[in-house]
């Protein structure tokens, strides 16, 4: 596909719409896991210029993107550009991670819309160690769940595998 061509293309069918609250790299997962891609060949079929070089957390903490991309994105999506330009990862975050903290009931509780869990923009902050809802100190997961996984999805379940592998280990601890 050439560069003219991708920037003329239609928006897509149907895109999930960001929360406030949500990482943009979630968002960005949320929509490959729509149309059951990766983030990668998202990006590769939607914008023209090179994917952001992303780091051990991969598509999660998704660099700031450019302002054409991020027009291109909200024309894809049908949003105004504020609504992605609001959840874009400041830069000071920006680092290689070895863990991602979150919340386990804030991601997959999720107010807004309880079929739709998404990773929250705080949870990206390297200070952030406690959930601001509930006040629990925050779980962790490798860094690479988001790295090797394709989709938002993809990682969920791992997430999910990851979390049951612990608990075990904790009960067979305890016994
Ligand atoms: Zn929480």
Known sequence: MSAESRSNAAPWPVAPRPFYEEAFGSWLGRVATRYQISVGTLWE????????VLGTAGWILF????????????????LD???????????????D?????Y????LVLNDADVSAPRWKR???DPTAEFCSVHHSPLETVPASVFRLSNHFDAALRAISRYREKCLFRTTGRLR
Do not use: K
Not at 45 to 52: I, K, T
């Open 63 to 78: 660099p700031t993107i450019s302002r054409s991309a991020l027009g291109r994105f909200a024309t894809l999506a049908r």
């Open 122 to 124: 705080e949870w990206l």
């Open 103 to 106: 919340c386990f009931r804030c």
């Open 97 to 101: 991670r070895r863990c991602m903290p």
């Open 45 to 52: 079929l939607s914008v023209s210029e090179d994917m952001p």
């Open 81 to 95: 550009d504020g609504r992605l330009s609001h959840i874009q990862t400041p830069p000071a975050w920006l680092a």
